[in-house]
């Protein structure tokens, strides 16, 4: 249907466009450049209706405010004024231009800026959103994480946190698949909106908005939380990328994580269970609880023990965090008695 009307708009300014300048001029080829003109004008509209589209509501209302009052304003003084002082002067017309611009475009300012402070939840037609003004907006893989719940219990997260209607959808379906890992990581999800739901911390609303046009979920969150202004907690990092390429801010509890977890430095100890041996001669690697690798010199031998290590060095990288560490016991021999180790493990 929307398509329809945006070709009927196209035929309505292309006609009015040919027309309009054969009245004119009188000519064929003003009337077809009248086409055209019109032709480029419907397409102009379209893409004005498309960035309305996401502007928030109470902005298109303050700043629509705000131009008509200062037009009244340039209509009820200065036109006024002008007539009577300046109606003899030839230049009287772009007075009026002049003056009616500076006041439309002072009101509309003035309109945008108080705009912010607009709520139209008091209205019966708008109250059904109002939550989703500035919420935060979760995605399927922030809930089947489950450590929002934590988050929000915590009393971190101020506002409204809000959960599309298509998204809990998508949990369910995830909940109901044949796959026994994908029905169990859909379970979690459920067990975790209702645990959200019964916390007291920050209010959860699930509403039904929805963009039956776009059939991707992740579409679907970048267009509501564009539309209110809203911010996505996510873990997903495909979404995290394109929503801040559109100038969407989002909160992804892996930065989260990553930024509270204490620093490793190096000569600290860990206990660590070598899984398996590293690319060069000798090396052991392991984990730490949260992923980070841990390489271990001359850890291979203990594949599949627990062994003490000492922290050597860490190592940033743009994929994560790599942490290079020696058996305790050699590490001590190292420290204590340096002179029993040969000139290359000196120097190395």
Not at 76 to 81: W, Y
């Amino acid at each position: 249907m929307d398509i329809v009307v945006q070709i009927l708009l196209l035929i309505v300014t292309t006609f009015s466009g040919y027309f309009i300048l054969r009245e004119l001029f009188h000519s064929l080829f003003w009337s077809l450049l009248g086409a055209v003109f019109g032709i480029a004008f419907g397409y102009l509209i379209i893409r004005v209706e498309r960035t309305l589209k996401y502007v928030p509501l109470k902005v298109i209302v303050g700043s629509l405010v705000g131009t008509i009052v200062g037009l009244v304003i340039a209509n009820l003084f200065i036109s006024k004024l002008l007539l009577s002082v300046a109606q003899n002067l030839p230049i009287t017309l772009p007075i009026y231009v002049l003056f009616y611009f500076v006041m439309g475009y002072l009101g509309f300012k003035m309109g945008l800026e108080k705009s912010k402070s607009i709520d139209l939840s008091k209205l019966p037609m708008f109250e059904r959103y109002h939550e989703l003004e500035g919420a935060k907006i979760l995605d399927t893989s922030a809930i089947i994480d489950g450590r929002i719940a934590d988050v929000c219990e915590s009393g971190f997260i101020e506002g409204t946190i809000v959960i599309p209607q298509f998204v809990l959808y998508e949990i369910q379906h995830i909940a109901d698949a044949p796959d026994h890992i994908k029905r169990m990581k859909g379970r979690r999800g459920l067990d975790i909106l209702h645990r959200l739901q019964k916390q007291n911390s920050v209010p959860v609303k699930i509403v039904d908005y929805d963009f039956p046009k776009l059939k991707d979920v992740d579409t679907k969150l970048i267009a509501i939380a564009k539309r209110f202004s809203g911010k996505i907690i996510t873990n997903d990092y495909n979404l995290n990328k394109v929503a801040e390429l559109q100038g969407i801010e989002v909160l992804n509890i892996n930065q989260l994580a990553v930024a509270l977890k204490p620093p490793i430095i190096p000569g600290e100890p860990l206990n660590i269970k070598v899984v398996r041996e590293g690319k060069e001669y000798g090396q052991g690697i392991g984990y730490l609880e949260d992923g980070t690798m841990v390489v271990i010199e001359d850890g291979r031998k203990n594949i599949g023990r627990n062994v003490d290590v000492i922290v050597t060095s860490v190592l940033q990288t743009s994929s994560g965090r790599m942490i290079f560490a020696k058996l305790k016991e050699q590490a001590e021999r190292e420290f204590y008695f340096p002179e029993e180790l040969s000139y290359e493990e000196q120097v190395r």
